[in-house]
């Protein structure tokens, strides 16, 4: 089977065809759907107008309005990328809090922004920048974070992102001396990634996220998840065929086993990403745990999965630092589908749209709270302890 490939020009002319008849200034109610529009595709560019492809973006995507910013520009932003303002490094490069408004750029929000500059030790660092710029200038849901724009100058490569002042799921979950985040919160949480996921695979051109994880959910003011970092997203299969072959890259504890050890990845290979963040939303652990002991070692997955489906075993794994404070119905219903999402075969584990489905009566949940544990004890005089 032939695959005929997108030219720039071509895809210019379909953006801007696109641009005219569906504008992206919605509310969040009006989510925009695939099918509205031939979205190109990371494949579609080929490596040889790569320079091209870069100096026609900002023609591309301008219905999307999307910036292409100058390095000038981000350095008034950031206050030139001083140390104050750095929110972060991940394998990418740091992270930069910074401020824009229509001062800086004619017709631009006053927001503030999160400025990521790539790492460009090797092409592998351009692609994921590229892969970025390709999938979050085109797609747009409530639970995906939002591109505002990026900057392509000389050896410079840098993305402008909307600010999520809470941060990762990760840093909020597992940080320390800190109040443990609540069951209603987790909840909202667990259900919002699904939602993104969910929209991705259900694509017309399906996407894989790749490398969900709970470093890449990111939570706004009011703990709503949005997913962020596409530079491992891949197109999925289309046509008749079943999985897209791929380097295996990711992160380790949260890659699907048929993944590892074929490269074969599918929609559900993110569906058991997402169990190993329910389960860490569960028990408060980290997916690679030093106080586990497992046949394998200080795996989370390994240690819970045993004890997923056994109700009388539940609190054994679930976050002790609930202090009981969770609907034990709900807290029933959340190990079972994370069981099912941690399925070895990939065919059984449900779809983002079923997870969906199972969550959303979770939310409002008026189940009995399990309260802290208490054991009364006899002493000598034969008065009662409480422990």
């Not at 809090?97 to 800086?104: A, T």
């Not at 939303?281 to 106080?291: F, I, M, N």
């Amino acid at each position: 089977m032939t695959t005929k490939k997108v030219t720039w020009k071509s895809m210019i002319l379909i953006l801007n065809c696109y641009k005219s008849k569906y504008p992206l200034e919605e509310s969040k109610e009006q989510v925009l759907k695939q099918g509205s529009f031939q979205r190109l595709c990371l494949s579609d560019i080929s490596n040889s107008s790569s320079t091209q492809a870069i100096e026609d973006l900002s023609i591309s995507f301008a219905g999307s309005k999307l910036y292409a910013f100058t390095l000038e520009e981000l350095k008034e932003a950031t206050h030139s990328f001083s140390w104050s303002n750095m929110l972060g490094e991940g394998g990418f490069g740091p992270v930069y809090k910074g401020f824009v408004d229509d001062k800086l750029r004619q017709g631009l929000k006053a927001q503030t922004v999160a400025v990521k500059c790539l790492d460009l030790d090797g092409l592998q660092g351009h692609r994921e920048w590229l892969a970025e710029i390709i999938f979050l200038g085109q797609l747009r849901h409530p639970h995906l974070v939002k591109l505002i724009g990026y900057c392509y100058e000389d050896e410079h490569r840098l993305l402008v992102y909307e600010y999520m002042p809470r941060g990762s799921l990760e840093n909020q979950l597992f940080r320390r001396y800190s109040a443990a985040m609540p069951w209603s919160t987790r909840m909202k949480i667990a259900l919002g990634a699904a939602k993104g996921l969910a929209f991705l695979h259900e694509a017309d051109k399906p996407v894989i996220y790749r490398d969900f994880k709970a470093s890449n959910v990111l939570l706004d003011s009011d703990y709503t998840a949005k997913l962020s970092d596409f530079g491992l997203a891949k197109d999925g299969p289309e046509g008749e065929e079943t999985h897209v072959t791929t380097r295996i890259m990711g992160t380790h504890g949260y890659a699907a086993p048929e993944y590892i050890m074929t490269g074969h990845l599918t929609t559900k290979s993110d569906v058991y990403s997402y169990g190993v963040v329910l389960l860490e939303l569960l028990t408060g652990k980290r997916v690679v745990d030093k106080s586990l002991q497992s046949k394998r070692g200080k795996s989370l997955v390994e240690w819970a999965r045993p004890m997923l489906r056994d109700p009388k075993k539940l609190h054994r794994i679930i976050d002790r630092r609930l202090e009981g404070q969770f609907p034990m119905k709900g807290a029933i219903k959340v190990a079972m589908l994370a069981f099912k999402c941690l399925c070895h075969h990939p065919n059984p584990r449900p779809s983002m749209s079923n997870v969906v489905k199972i969550l959303e009566p979770l939310q409002d949940f008026d189940d009995v709270f399990i309260g802290p544990f208490v054991y009364v004890a006899v002493n000598e005089n034969g008065d009662k302890d409480q422990i």
